[in-house]
Structures are given as structure tokens and as C-alpha cells.
């Protein structure tokens, strides 16, 4: 093994992994107090906590060692005419006062200049530990209010609550990602950025957003089919408020933005596979909706991994984020109002017919984005996932 290599690797770690355990201790604390199991949450934390860095230090490491070996095997095949280059160089003071330069030299040269152009526009976060941080980011803003209750005794309202995770993304999405991580595609333009990632007004964007709230009215009705015919349903106007709408903005907004845009284009350099890198961004997108370890938690997580997998449809077919995003936020945003009461589903013939009807009416709207964009041509200028990106 390389010890100076192995160096670089536990700097890299020690450098960028807080920000990672940060979140995960926040999230870790929320999930102790919402699910009242704090002895598995303690485990599944340790286990992040050294799986996590561990991980990323054996890519890392080989990342670099791959790196190293490129460059001793460029170092026999670098092309005559940098001699020129050089040679011009020590004419006008700036390179080696040597006569002649040797190729070891030239070669030396040329590489500190490409790692340094390449240093100055790459990401400064690995991969895998870009997409820990992104699993969590769309609603780390509850958690933090979550954690200053529980250790303050403060309260905060929903709609202060949606409000301070409305600003704690937009820094991320806006500024961390693209500006410190420099992820998903290096440095570049803030509006090459949005373009990239799918966070754009596509052509015919009115027609983006009617496939958008078409596609929510399918779902919802599916829901209220459901519920009406557990004979329980009551219409309740008061679920339909400001606090609920704006709560509605983050998950709407941003878990689009990080997990079919952001999320998506980290894997899709590491996984070199399209299918793999959506197949696996639908998987944590399921698991980071668990609320509990009983048989009904991990159907709704089934559940939620089967809208994931219209989301991630539309993203896909549209080229463009608008669709899914207006899609995702009017689902959650009338959601408790085509809910039985407390959106408890009693017995198995309920969550039966609940969960059925669901994934049915979200068949449905898979058909209606086919189609939307293979009949009527609803979609983006250019494709939005490619193995070229990254």
C-alpha cells in the first residue's frame, strides 16, 4: 500500500465527512423521537457512521491509486511538440534555465498544469458522500427544529418550521452543491447548473405544469376513492391551509430538485448505467420516508417507492424537473384532505383497497406521461439523464 496515498485518503475523510455526521446525528435524533425505538436508531447511526467514511475511503483510495497509475503511463506518451511549448517558455525567462528541456520535465510541467486546471473546476466532495448529504438535506431544516425543541422546549409552528427548511434548502441547492461541493458537475455557471440538474422553464412550460397537476389529481383521487369507501371519509376544509401549502413547497421543491436531480446525476459516473442509478435513487427515496419497523411501515415505504417511480418517469420522459415538481407538491399538499381521519387505514380490507386503488391510479398516470410525451411532445430540448454528465 501507498502510505502517502493512505495519508491523503484519511485527510480527504477527516476534511469533508463532519458536515456528513452533522446531518446524520440530527436525523438520527429526529428519528429517535419519532419513532420511540431509540436502541435500533443507535445501531443503524453507528453502523452509518463507520460504514459511511469507510466506504468512501476505499473509493477514494482507489480513485486516486487509478489516478497515479494513469499518470506514470502518460508520463512515456507525451506528445514531441510540448518540447516546443517548453522550450519557449525558458526562451522568455518563465521555465527551467536548462539549454535543453528533458522529457521528464516537460512532462512534469504539463501534468501540474492539468491538475491544477482540473482542481480548480472538479468536485471537492467524493461522490458517495455528496449524495449521504443530499438523502437528507430536503428536510434538514425540521430536524434542526426538531432537535432545538427537544433541547430548548421551544415550539415552532409549521409554518415557521416549512419556512426555516424552505431557506436551509435553497443554501444547500443554490449555494452548497454548486458553489463549496462543486456536485454534481464541477465548477460550473450557476445557469449551466440548473440547466443540467433539470431546473429549467422547458418550452411550452404551461404544458408542463397541466401534466404536473393532471398527474397529482390522479393520485389524489385514487386516495379518495379509498377513503370513501371505507364509509369514514368526512370533508375537512381545514386541512387545506397555509401552513400545510407552504409545508408542501419542501418536499415538492426539493426533494425533486435533490434526489431526481442532484442524487440521479452523482450516480449515474458511478454506476455507468442509467437503469441502476434511477432504480437505486427510487430505493432511497423510499427508505428515507420509513416511519417505522412494523409490516403496515414498510408497505407505505412500498408505497412510496411506487410514486417514487412516477416522479422519477416524468422527470425522465419531460427531460425537465417542472412536471414532477408541481406534480409532488400538489400530492402533498391535499393529501390529508382525501385522507380518512387522521390518515389511519383500519384492517387489512382497508389498507388493501387503499394501497390498491393507489398504485393503480399511479399506473394510470405512468400511461398518461407516455402519453403526454410520445404523442403530444411534452418534454424538454434535450435529455436530462446521460451517461456523459458528471
Excluded at 406534480?327 to 382525501?338: E, G
Aim: net charge positive.
Amino acid at each position: 500500500m501507498n502510505r502517502q496515498l493512505l495519508k491523503k485518503t484519511l485527510r480527504h475523510i477527516l476534511k469533508r465527512y463532519p458536515i456528513v455526521l452533522v446531518v446524520m446525528v440530527v436525523i438520527g435524533i429526529a428519528l429517535v423521537k419519532t419513532m420511540g425505538d431509540p436502541v435500533r436508531v443507535i445501531g443503524l447511526a453507528i453502523m452509518g457512521s463507520i460504514v459511511g467514511p469507510a466506504l468512501t475511503a476505499v473509493f477514494y483510495y482507489r480513485e486516486q491509486l487509478k489516478k497515479k497509475q494513469q499518470k506514470n503511463l502518460s508520463y512515456a506518451n507525451e506528445p514531441a511538440s510540448r518540447l516546443l511549448h517548453v522550450e519557449q517558455l525558458r526562451r522568455e525567462g518563465i521555465g527551467p534555465s536548462k539549454s535543453s528541456p528533458s522529457q521528464e520535465e516537460i512532462s512534469t510541467v504539463n501534468h501540474q498544469d492539468e491538475n491544477r486546471a482540473k482542481d480548480n473546476t472538479s468536485m471537492k466532495i467524493h461522490p458517495w458522500l455528496a449524495i449521504m448529504v443530499a438523502l437528507g438535506w430536503p428536510m434538514i431544516g425540521f430536524f434542526l427544529c426538531l432537535v432545538v425543541k427537544m433541547i430548548f422546549k421551544i415550539e415552532l409552528s409549521k409554518l415557521v418550521r416549512s419556512i426555516i427548511n424552505l431557506v436551509i434548502g435553497c443554501f444547500g441547492f443554490f449555494y452548497l452543491f454548486p458553489k463549496i461541493y462543486r456536485a454534481p458537475f464541477g465548477l460550473v455557471p450557476v445557469k449551466e447548473y440548473l440547466k443540467r440538474i433539470g431546473f429549467y422553464l422547458p418550452t411550452g412550460a404551461w404544458r408542463h405544469i397541466l401534466l404536473g397537476i393532471i398527474l397529482a389529481g390522479c393520485t389524489l383521487s385514487g386516495i379518495l376513492v379509498a377513503s370513501l369507501l371505507t364509509g369514514r371519509y368526512e370533508v375537512n376544509w381545514s386541512k387545506i391551509n397555509l401552513s400545510q401549502i407552504v409545508f408542501s413547497l419542501s418536499p415538492g421543491f426539493f426533494e425533486e430538485l435533490f434526489y431526481r436531480g442532484i442524487i440521479v446525476m452523482l450516480l449515474l459516473p458511478l454506476t455507468k448505467s442509467l437503469k441502476k442509478s434511477l432504480v437505486l435513487q427510487i430505493i432511497l427515496f423510499g427508505l428515507a420516508h420509513i416511519k417505522g419497523f412494523d409490516l403496515f411501515a414498510w408497505i407505505d415505504v412500498v408505497s412510496v417507492v411506487v410514486i417514487a417511480v412516477a416522479f422519477t418517469y416524468v422527470a425522465y420522459k419531460t427531460r425537465a424537473l417542472l412536471a414532477g415538481m408541481v406534480f409532488h407538491f400538489l400530492h402533498d399538499a391535499f393529501l390529508f384532505f382525501v385522507q380518512v381521519p387522521d390518515g389511519v387505514y383500519n384492517g387489512l380490507h382497508e389498507n388493501v383497497v387503499f394501497y390498491g386503488i393507489l398504485w393503480l391510479m399511479v399506473g394510470a398516470g405512468c400511461f398518461i406521461i407516455w402519453y403526454a410525451t410520445e404523442r403530444l411532445n411534452i418534454r424538454g430540448e434535450s435529455e436530462l439523464y446521460s451517461l456523459g454528465v458528471g
